[in-house]
């Protein structure tokens, strides 16, 4: 799907320029989006001529367009993450703004922004789109219905109101699952977002078995499940993940290894493990119908 930027993402009052708060918010929220659309390829956003030239060149240029110190480190942020993540589009039936509610307040910011934007969701009507609509560091999250008079339809976009929120929005399962053992950095990019999903980081460093490896390539069913609690086991220490009452994580003492489970019943799918050189390293994964393999 595709994205709009609600114009609280790029337009700031002036006001709200110079309150250090307000203006740190802004510019943290704008990166921070463009940083998650950019390093995971998720979406692109859609953009306009118009909007184009009020952002660039209107009389009324945005407060860090003409504040002497911000203008340069800025406008190469929006050149090399905003413009590479744009699509225009052409409003070649010449539509006007289309109707919002509730109401899109932008009064601070200019009457034309908001016009320019609300032409803009028009197309996205008139093409009949579900995208993304990705809210300014100070619009309040709610569900917003675009409309106009001349079709029968509107959308209601999926609102983005905080920019970790993209993560939702990656196809770990499909995105990023190896399909050789030479993709292994595939599997290492959906644990770390995995982490971020969780707000945790590894404390173990570790490695994958070639033999664990095969097993996931393999795998069709669980992928979710698989990188979410492999990521959790390696969040938590050896007394955590035991006490943990979904990963059950035990010791083999006949293998003298340890396990965690993936999937609950019927599946009960586990990963095997063992630590290696105060590594933690991933030895198999056994899918369904394959609960007592390993022991």
Request: hydrophobic share 35%.
């Amino acid at each position: 799907m595709k994205t709009v930027f609600e114009p609280g993402n790029l337009f700031l009052s002036e006001s709200d320029w110079y309150d250090a708060e307000k203006r740190d918010n802004f510019l943290q929220h704008l990166l921070e989006n463009l940083d998650y659309i950019n390093n995971y390829k998720i979406t692109k956003i859609y953009w306009t001529d118009e909007l184009e030239k009020l952002l660039w060149d209107s009389p009324q240029l945005p407060p860090w367009r003409l504040n002497r110190d911000w203008n340069l480190p800025i406008v190469q942020v929006i050149y090399r993450a905003f413009n590479t993540t744009q699509e225009f589009i052409q409003n070649s039936k010449n539509l006007t703004s289309c109707l919002v509610q509730p109401s899109l307040d932008c009064s601070e910011i200019g009457d034309l922004t908001l016009l320019a934007f609300l032409e803009l969701m028009h197309i996205v009507i008139d093409r009949s789109e579900n995208i993304y609509l990705c809210l300014g560091a100070s619009r309040i999250k709610n569900d917003y219905f675009f409309s106009c008079d001349c079709h029968s339809f509107g959308i209601t976009p999926l609102v983005i109101a905080k920019p970790t929120e993209w993560l939702n929005h990656i196809n770990l399962a499909s995105d990023y699952w190896p399909d050789s053992l030479d993709e292994i950095e595939k599997f290492q990019t959906a644990l770390n977002i995995m982490f971020k999903k969780l707000n945790s980081k590894a404390i173990y460093e570790y490695e994958f078995s070639n033999a664990f490896l095969k097993d996931i390539i393999k795998t069709k069913t669980h992928r979710e499940q698989i990188i979410e609690y492999a990521a959790k086991r390696l969040t938590l220490n050896q007394q955590e993940a035991a006490k943990d009452s979904y990963l059950k994580d035990e010791y083999l003492p006949q293998t003298k290894e340890h396990r965690f489970r993936v999937t609950q019943r019927p599946s009960s799918t586990r990963i095997h493990y063992k630590y290696v050189n105060k590594k933690f390293r991933f030895l198999r994964y056994y899918g369904e119908g394959e609960h007592d393999n390993g022991l």
